[in-house]
């Protein structure tokens, strides 16, 4: 049955801007005990429903809300196209956030059908294969491109400090960006939830009508199998990340032709997906 959504008590603009962090007193722990004052990350519940029905309940970062809805829904797999999204309303109220996203019925109709499967399989021993099919899903594999030239990786820790404005002020926060193919950075999200960043970019990308097989995604956060999933299904084409990948990372980033980077903070950049061969190695050199 469809949950109770909270009582929302102000309809919002339909993308509005992060929160300013709220500054919080603390004492400090040593024989001095001097109190000070410090920025801190902005959360806050958020409720997404489909067509009337309640779907789920996060924890974000304020801001950027239908970037993230739009990225959400496409990442998830809910819409196979940013066309199938055909309007999102906004509201907010003391603690949480609402979102009310019409979709297509080709769309609501699959989303019916899995959370009725997921339903019927709770209690007949099955569940753990449903959830290793969400775990594991399968993906259309991306048509290959070429990596990125390394050139445009120097530098680039730099500008993304630079980009991230949220976390300078109260740190906390993970950060998705877009990269041109010159490199600039034309996007950034932040959100405590890294996720959730990867989320807020897709959904700007689908705004901003940028292509995803042109220019690289990086993103300030470990990478988890998770935003593999997503960038395959965005047709993400290069995804660049701070911290080293998984073993099983790597395998399904190879696997669907999504090039996967590795910034080092100290080494040269080092490409894991495509598998290195004398051809690409070539191509990188061109």
């Known amino acids: 049955m469809p949950c109770t959504l909270p009582q929302l008590s102000e309809i919002t603009e339909a993308n509005f801007s992060p929160l300013s962090p709220n500054q919080y007193s603390y004492l400090e722990m040593n024989p001095q005990q001097a109190m000070g004052r410090n920025l801190l990350a902005s959360e806050t519940a958020l409720s997404i429903s489909y067509n009337g029905i309640s779907h789920a309940v996060m924890m974000v970062t304020p801001g ?26 906004l509201s907010i109220g003391k603690d949480s956030h609402h979102a009310a996203v019409e979709i297509s019925n080709r769309a609501f109709w699959s989303l019916k059908t899995q959370r009725r499967h997921m339903a019927g399989a709770s209690g007949c021993g099955i569940c753990g294969v449903e959830a290793l099919e969400q775990a594991l899903p399968q993906l259309v594999p991306l048509t290959p491109t070429t990596p990125p030239d390394p050139q445009l990786f120097i530098g680039l820790r730099e500008r993304i400090k630079d980009a991230q404005i949220l976390a300078r002020e109260s740190g906390a926060l993970h950060a ?108 990188l050199h061109r």
């Open 176 to 283: 998705a960006l877009y990269v041109k193919e010159l490199g600039d950075i034309s996007l950034c999200r932040e959100d405590i939830g890294r996720h959730n960043a990867l989320d807020k970019l897709i959904g700007a990308m689908v705004t901003a009508k940028t292509e995803p097989q042109q220019g690289f995604v990086v993103m300030t956060s470990r990478c988890s199998l998770e935003l593999i999933h997503k960038a395959v299904r965005a047709k993400i084409a290069t995804l660049v990340t701070l911290s080293a990948p998984t073993a099983l990372t790597v395998e399904w980033a190879r696997r669907h032709n999504l090039n996967l980077v590795h910034l080092p903070k100290r080494s040269t950049p080092r490409l894991y997906s495509p598998a290195p061969t004398r051809n690409n190695v070539l191509a």
């Open 64 to 89: 950027h809300i239908e970037d993230f809805v739009k990225g959400f829904s496409l990442s998830s797999g809910i819409v196979a196209s940013s066309r199938e999204i055909y309007e999102v309303q």
